[in-house]
């Protein structure tokens, strides 16, 4: 259980991001909402988590702009005076192939989906200090498969996955325990909008998982909750694949 | 022209190159051929520059140039209050 610990969730005003924040709340973290656009969302994501009988801040921050990563954790300084749980969850992205992409478009899909994990990290360590603490990433299928129009993403993953690596050794003796989940397309509002290309809903169900059905936002928060308790001590930079079987099986047996 | 319009024109000229001349209040995005992320950072630098914030919620309301206008000065005037 996870009373007493404190939890920044980036990007959890909806989406994958707001089950974790809702899972963590409910073992008995106090969370924090990160959000960048969805104000009203985010807002209503703190209300349910106080629902649950614990505390819950409204943070804004894009966090791809180190400034407002140094003012959103000056502000849970502030707040709390701790932090116990980091997940990195908040990303962004447009669909575009290779030959789509400009240097816009790349650096602010790197800036938010893996730089961010290296400057809240950062801050992340400084509040845990010597109690130790959980960072878990959000990654995806896209860092090593390769997803249509996913170029800048998928890169920002694989970067992601290899940063949790690195920071699951340089800050193990420091119990602190870096992990990231890999997931298949999850129905969120964001996932299908980007399935479908971006500028309509998915003109077709995509192909289910070997388990039966597609990956859900809860099935993603339940396995980032066991990250964060202390049965996963010993688990340090690895990426846990959530995909129902589907990148173990590309072809169909029937 | 308001100031609060001028400061609008020469940040969406910034970041979504488009030209000056076409930004007249019943221009859409796609008159300015503006994609979603040249949206994002708008409205960012708008944010920035006039220290309000402007919530999807509210931008998804925006047609035209000069809706965006309009929003940015109410808030403005807000803000002075």
Request: one cysteine or more; proline letters at 4%; glycine letters at 8%.
């Amino acid at each position: 259980m996870l009373k007493g610990k404190v939890a920044l969730v980036t990007g959890s005003s909806r989406g994958i991001g707001k089950a974790i924040a809702l899972k963590l709340a409910g073992e008995g973290a106090d969370v924090i909402v990160n959000y960048f656009r969805r104000r009203e969302a985010a807002e209503e994501t703190a209300r349910e988590i106080e629902a649950l009988g614990v505390t819950s801040q409204v943070i804004r921050a894009n966090v791809g702009d180190p400034e407002k990563v140094d003012e959103m954790f000056d502000t849970i300084s502030g707040s709390f005076g701790r932090l116990d749980i980091l997940v990195n969850n908040a990303a962004s992205g447009l669909p575009r192939s290779a030959l789509e992409l400009d240097a816009k478009v790349w650096e602010w899909t790197m800036d938010i989906n893996a730089r961010a994990l290296l400057l809240c990290a950062q801050h992340a360590a400084r509040l845990m200090g010597k109690r130790g603490g959980k960072i878990v990433s959000i990654s995806s299928l896209g860092s090593s498969f390769v997803l249509p129009k996913y170029t800048a993403i998928g890169v920002s993953k694989a970067t992601l996955e290899a940063l949790t690596r690195y920071l699951a050794i340089e800050l193990a003796s420091r119990d602190i325990c870096v992990n990231a989940v890999a997931a298949s397309l999850v129905p969120t509002a964001s996932g299908m909008l980007y399935a479908s290309g971006g500028e309509q809903e998915m003109p077709a169900p995509p192909p289910t998982p070997p388990a039966g059905r597609l990956v859900s936002a809860e099935d993603i928060a339940g396995v980032v909750a066991f990250l964060c308790s202390e049965a996963a001590f010993m688990i340090r930079g690895q990426t846990i694949t959530i995909d129902g079987g589907t990148s173990l099986a590309p072809f169909s047996l029937e | 022209m308001s100031a609060v319009e001028d400061t609008v024109k020469d940040i969406v000229v910034k970041i979504v190159h488009c030209d000056r001349e076409i930004l007249k209040p019943e221009a859409t995005f796609q008159d300015m051929k503006a994609d979603s992320l040249d949206m994002v950072q708008v409205l960012v630098a708008l944010e920035d520059e006039f220290g309000i914030e402007i919530p999807d919620e509210d931008a998804q309301k925006f047609k035209n140039f000069g809706d965006f206008v309009s929003y940015v000065e109410a808030r403005v005037a807000e803000k002075k209050g």
